[in-house]
């Protein structure tokens, strides 16, 4: 006869308000591990010592006056079904719901919305790639700028070629052209904004084809595929390529990779050429600029074509930089862009990423994160300011998510970048945010000890503090959740619901006339 043996499990529970360590539960025991699930509320004292920046929040009336007035405004705002003739595409690098929730608080608090969130329509988008269940950014951008899934680490070209393809690189019957090249075709203008690198994985997908995200200059490209195959960078593609070299405003970081190492120190090319004097010397009219007052100095009348380099790598964080730096932040990066764009009477389409909240992330410096995702929100916020809802239409969203994670029943004005209540079953704090996986494990866990370090003692308040993680990492991983989509202006109406991110070039399309195939204009 067989025997059964019972093994008794425990899982560990966070402390009462009270701080004292509750006990472990039996596993079958369902009603002990379901009161852990759900430990005791702070006193009434202890919740009156929040003030709410709201008058009569705490009044039920207040709430349901609210949810009410909400109704109304939707069932008064008709859909806009005009023509668009601008399309502004933001994108947050790395802005999942939790990135986006935590910017909020920052904010000012939960109830606080970003510029983005207010008065617009909100849909969800599924971010996966052809290969992989979590996406990698090259690849989502061919999905949300060319209307396609790919292959992770690809760009711009179908899920028939793998990355690093050196001989599918030039075959045109696997390329896939951008919303960019189909406003150009239409006779917009376009251009592309980044606080990245401007080769970089998102805006490179507006203008380059290549099979490999990591193709930003030539050197790159004879280490994968040698020096005969003929295969053109990424930067030598902005320049002279078929779409990079119609772009009206070009404008982020990267000059290392235009520049032969010989003739700049950081410079990444060995092919000798200095693709920046190129652009220069294209035409008369190109301008080029290189830090925040060139790019306020500049006389837009005297100008049909502008490209600022602003760092040799990537732009700096906004919280590291001051007076000293003299580099633009986004939104004064948006104003000049719209300036030149709005000059085409038959419209313009552009990009505009927010790109070093994703970095942030990747080295868990949380911090750095969400100031940066609050410089993003500023950018749109002016962008909504410049231009008239009647016929532009704006949209937001992000590429991917993080493994950033928000818990611990944190009471209301906490500091976000705080201490969670109470204590884990090692009697040591937890912080509200921290991260599933990345860097910052051995700061945050004694390998030799096998214990946990206080949290609190590590994290100072700087710019680059890094926040736990739970495994350990080299670089902190994306995340394969939905992401959110904001839309306002001529048919964002249609940006509602669910759906993959492919989807959402092909909707643009729609509202801006750009495509074949059914568009607003042939309604």
């Known amino acids: 006869m067989s025997r059964h043996i019972v093994v008794k499990k425990t899982v560990v529970c966070l402390l009462l308000s009270s701080g004292r360590a509750l006990s472990g539960c039996n596993l079958d025991d369902e009603d002990c591990r379901e009161s852990r699930m759900h430990p ?8 009156m010592e929040y003030q709410s920046k709201i008058a009569d929040e705490e009044a039920s009336d207040y709430k349901k006056k609210q949810g009410k007035q909400f109704v109304r405004e939707k069932l008064h705002t008709p859909a806009n079904k005009k023509n668009a003739k601008n399309v502004i595409m933001f994108l947050g690098d790395g802005m999942g719901i939790t990135t986006k929730k935590a910017a909020r608080t920052l904010l000012g608090g939960e109830e606080q919305s970003l510029a983005f969130e207010k008065k617009t329509h909100t849909g969800l988008s599924r ?9 990698e950014k090259k690849s989502t951008a061919t999905a949300y700028l060319c209307g396609i899934k790919a292959n992770s680490g690809t760009k711009k070209v179908s899920g028939y070629v793998d990355r690093s393809d050196c001989l599918q690189t030039r075959n045109v019957k696997k390329n896939v052209s951008s919303i960019a090249k189909w406003a150009l075709d239409a006779g917009k203008s376009a251009g592309v904004v980044t606080t990245t690198r401007i080769t970089h994985a998102s805006p490179a997908g507006v203008y380059a084809q290549k099979k490999e995200r990591n193709w930003e200059n030539d050197s790159e490209v004879k280490s994968d595929c040698g020096a005969k195959k003929n295969v053109e960078d990424i930067a030598y593609q902005l320049i002279h390529g078929e779409v990079g070299s119609k772009k009206k405003v070009i404008l982020g970081g990267g000059r290392r990779e235009f520049v032969d190492t010989t003739l700049k120190k950081k410079g990444k090319r060995s092919d000798g050429r200095n693709l920046i004097e190129e652009f220069i010397n294209q035409k008369k009219r190109n301008a080029y600029v290189e830090n925040l007052e060139e790019l306020n100095n500049l006389n837009i009348t005297n100008v049909d074509r502008l490209l600022g380099l602003f760092q040799d790598n990537h732009m700096l964080y906004h919280l590291e930089t001051d007076e000293q730096s003299n580099q633009p932040t986004l939104a004064e ?20 990423e927010g790109g070093q909240k994703n970095h942030g992330h990747h080295d868990t410096y949380a911090r750095l994160a969400l100031d940066e995702t609050l410089e993003f929100a500023k950018a749109i916020q002016l962008a909504r300011e410049l231009t008239e809802e009647a016929d532009t239409k704006k949209m937001v969203t992000a590429d991917h998510s993080h493994s950033f994670t928000y818990s611990g029943y944190a009471n209301r004005g906490n500091d976000i970048f705080g201490p969670a209540p109470g204590k884990p079953s090692d009697g040591k704090p937890y912080m509200t945010l921290g991260y599933a ?10 390998v030799e000890q096998h214990q946990r370090q206080d949290p609190t003692t590590i994290i100072k308040k700087k710019p680059r503090d890094e926040f736990p993680v739970t495994i350990p990492l080299a670089s902190e991983t994306k995340k394969s959740d939905d992401v959110a989509v ?4 001529p048919w964002a109406h249609l940006f509602k619901k669910n759906y ?6 092909h909707m643009m399309a729609y509202a801006s006339c750009l495509a074949d195939g059914q568009i607003a204009c042939s309604k």
């Not at 990066?333 to 505009?352: A, C, D, P, V």
């Open 437 to 446: 996986n990345g860097p910052s494990y051995d700061k945050f866990y004694d």
């Open 500 to 505: 993959d991110q492919n989807t959402i070039p």
């Open 127 to 135: 971010t996966y790639n052809v290969n992989k269940i979590v996406p």
């Open 486 to 489: 904001f839309a306002s202006g």
């Open 40 to 47: 005791d509320l702070p006193s009434v004292k202890k919740r």
């Open 333 to 352: 990066m948006t104003r000049k862009s719209k300036k030149i764009l709005s000059r085409n009477e038959q419209g313009y389409f552009i990009f505009i």
